[in-house]
């Protein structure tokens, strides 16, 4: 699932909203089965990431994406969205 938003700091802020109301649901299964291999690349791929949003949100199956970000993270979420391991970006 794709969602834009108007402006850097609302990437951050909409992923972080929607991963709390997953949480508030008990509903972050939906996005990252617990022990799968998905959680397990996710918590692997975390420890390289700099973008503070992203870190916040990336091991729940969740990614932001913004010209602001460093190359790396951009092309990491890119890779992750590719493979099925994030599901909302």
């Given at each position: ?10 990437t951050g802020n909409t992923a972080k909203a929607l991963r709390d109301i ?68």
């Open positions: 699932m794709l969602i834009f938003v108007h402006s850097r700091a609302e997953a949480m508030e649901r008990d509903e972050l299964s939906y996005f990252v089965l617990e022990g799968g291999a998905t959680q397990e690349i996710l918590r692997e791929e975390l420890v390289t990431v700099k973008n503070a949003d992203l870190k916040e949100v990336l091991q729940y199956g969740f990614a932001t994406h913004h010209a602001g970000m460093g190359r790396s993270d951009r092309e990491l979420v890119e890779d992750l969205f590719a493979a099925g391991h994030v599901s909302v970006l």
